[in-house]
């Protein structure tokens, strides 16, 4: 039995950059003798296993058939036969097809050190274009690397061109290309996972609402011009690493022009945190001409109820820089005072008052707006 450190762990490490994960392929082993070890099965469905200790994740080697459509349409065979080489060539790209052994040797049958010297993402074989999840894998590693240079080489591109025609994309769950998605938007480069994809044509199979988007402010498909998404999301990365900001302020303009916003996202399988930014922007973006007026700012501030959930407040703020930044210092501090009004404790008078009911929420309501009105007063003159 041989134990190697594969993939992005062995990338990055040669790379230089933090890591926070190791993969181990394991050669010349049994399922049966890694239970006898001690590790515990981490998939019924394939030969990965868990180590006792750590808790990382350690895989027999493999290869794999394809037998049916889609990503999972694979069909595995593993045992003590299997050779380390063998698995590596299954592998998507070159730089994730290295491994360290237990002395710290690299073993590289792909070239992948040479494509990583030169900042290229290159497909290992035809087997590539197998799986239609390795569109938005490659998509994602150039959001990753693309801070160093690094490019999709050009036959890799042709590739992934073929890939966005063939019917084998549409396989792809909304949940899993969601997932992919919001991986990305943690990369340094995050637009450039929206940018690979548009330019092979898969973005239009892919999320067509946003490709759409894409075409409309960048002059077509395949324009070198900076559409509008591209330049939202740079600028929000410069204040913002979470995902779900980053990836409501990439997705505002598509959800806008939605005729059911709230459909749509729930279509795309946008999670929570996400959905309900791009809500709350989408609400503030019907009423914009009527933020200078308290009873509507104070509505909204209300809806966003910033003392029980100040990160989505936090949120919201964060991206109203990235959207609408000619005006975003000017409403900032207006929410801002809107939102210290409905802090703000209640004066004696209202809460030790015997009013009951609405006659309650109507007194709260004026005594607030009056403050509101007083605070945009002072800073309006």
Request: proline share 4%; charged share 25%; net charge negative.
């Amino acid at each position: 039995m041989k134990i190697y450190l594969v993939g992005g762990a062995v990338r990055d490490q040669l790379l230089g950059l933090p890591y926070t994960e190791r993969d181990w392929v394991v050669v010349g082993a049994t399922p049966e003798e890694m239970l006898a070890k001690g590790f515990s099965r981490a998939d019924r469905d394939f030969p990965v296993f868990l180590h006792p200790e750590s808790g990382e994740e350690y895989a027999l080697a493999r290869v794999e058939v394809k037998t049916a459509p889609g990503y999972k349409g694979f069909e595995l065979s593993y045992g003590p036969e299997i050779t380390l080489e063998q698995d590596l060539l299954r592998r998507d790209l070159t730089i994730n097809a290295l491994a360290m052994d237990d002395s710290g040797k690299v073993i590289d049958i792909c070239g992948g050190k040479d494509d990583l010297d030169e900042g290229i993402l290159r497909h290992i074989s035809p087997a590539f274009s197998e799986d239609p999840l390795r569109l938005l894998r490659i998509a994602r590693f150039a959001a990753k690397l693309g801070k160093w240079g690094f490019r999709v080489a050009h036959a890799t591109h042709g590739l992934m061109k073929k890939m966005s025609i063939e019917s084998e994309l549409q396989t792809l769950s909304a949940e899993r290309i969601w997932r992919e998605m919001s991986r990305a938007m943690e990369e340094s480069q995050p637009w450039r996972f929206y940018e690979v994809l548009h330019r092979c044509g898969a973005l239009q199979g892919l999320l067509p609402e946003v490709a759409l988007e894409m075409d409309r402010d960048s002059g077509g498909h395949g324009s070198e011009e900076v559409s509008h998404l591209v330049a939202t999301l740079k600028s929000v990365v410069s204040i913002s690493d979470e995902s779900s900001v980053r990836s409501a302020v990439a997705l505002f303009h598509s959800a806008q022009k939605q005729s059911d916003p709230d459909a749509w996202i729930r279509l795309r399988r946008i999670d929570k945190q996400t959905g309900q930014t791009l809500g709350d922007l989408l609400r503030l973006s019907s009423q914009l001409d009527l933020m200078d007026g308290a009873d509507t700012l104070f509505d909204l501030v209300l809806m966003l109820k910033p003392q029980q959930q100040p990160e989505r407040f936090r949120r919201f703020l964060i991206c109203i820089q990235a959207l609408w930044p000619s005006i975003a210092d000017h409403l900032t501090t207006r929410l801002d005072h809107a939102m210290q009004v409905v802090m703000t404790p209640l004066p004696e008078e209202i809460s030790q008052s015997d009013l009951k009911g609405r006659a309650l929420g109507d007194a709260i309501r004026t005594w607030r707006l009056a403050s509101l009105k007083q605070k945009l007063s002072g800073m309006d003159n």
